[in-house]
């Protein structure tokens, strides 16, 4: 396998719990460089509790999580930001009270960009994301819903990372954002990052943000296949049949 083949992260059969319950059982998958595989489920599925134990928010059980062929399985979450995985978390996160400009230099210590480095990397976040350029003053509590998002995002990337892990960002936004939203990251794909990306939206998932979409169904791998392969019906029935 050369470097171009081999997967950026590879997950072998990991069990993910809170305490003495566990949400995910054996599950594996692999991201690739400029892809997007998305998992998508019903509430309680075990998505989020996947996407936490794979950037370190919460101990992997059993099984490996393994980051450009190195095992970062017990490596804390400020270990794997630095080594290239990152994480937006549902919810819109970012430090409200800190400046548009606050939140993105505190991405950059986090990914470890140089201080002589950091203005050339606000200039490029910026160019990515002009509305952030309009707002760079402004406390984030003073954004828009979909322009919390944008500065979420936006600070994931000033990590620097190789893999993004993305976790429902189109939850509460309007379709204006959702939009812009998947266009963003569709071009970060084609920019060769490797994206796992964690969806509700279906149809969207199918019409060409992803390669590949898994669902998970009680922290289960229930359907796995290539998205150009599955229609929303073929989906819709693995999530729901065994209501």
């Not at 309680?44 to 919460?58: Q, S």
């Not at 990515?128 to 984030?140: D, H, S």
């Not at 939850?171 to 084609?190: K, N, T, W």
Request: hydrophobic share 45%.
């Amino acid at each position: 396998m050369t470097a171009e083949t081999a997967p950026r992260l590879d997950v072998r059969d990991v069990r993910v719990a809170y305490g003495d319950l566990v949400a995910v059982w054996e599950v594996s998958l692999q991201l690739h460089a400029g892809s997007i595989t998305a998992i998508v489920g019903r509430n309680g599925a075990g998505k989020t509790t996947l996407v936490h134990g794979l950037c370190g928010l919460l101990p992997i059980r059993s099984g490996t999580v393994t980051l450009d062929g190195r095992d970062v399985t017990a490596m804390p979450a400020w270990g794997r930001v630095s080594r290239g995985l990152t994480i937006v978390q549902e919810g819109k996160r970012v430090f409200r009270e800190l400046t548009v400009q606050e939140n993105l230099v505190l991405g950059l210590r986090g990914g470890g960009v140089k201080r002589g480095e950091r203005d050339a990397e606000l200039d490029r976040l910026y160019t990515r994301f002009p509305i952030l350029g309009e707002r760079r003053r402004q406390r984030a509590a003073d954004l828009s819903g979909g322009q919390q998002q944008m500065l979420a995002i936006a600070t994931a990337l000033a990590t620097r990372p190789r893999v993004l892990l993305v976790d429902e960002p189109s939850s509460g936004l309007a379709p204006v954002f959702v939009d812009l939203v998947f266009e963003v990251l569709s071009g970060l794909r084609d920019e060769g990052l490797a994206i796992l990306l964690v969806e509700q939206l279906i149809d969207d998932v199918l019409g060409g943000i992803a390669e590949d979409v898994i669902v998970l169904e009680r922290g289960r791998v229930a359907l796995r296949d290539r998205a150009s392969n599955l229609a929303v019906e073929d989906v819709a029935t693995s999530i729901y049949s065994s209501l």
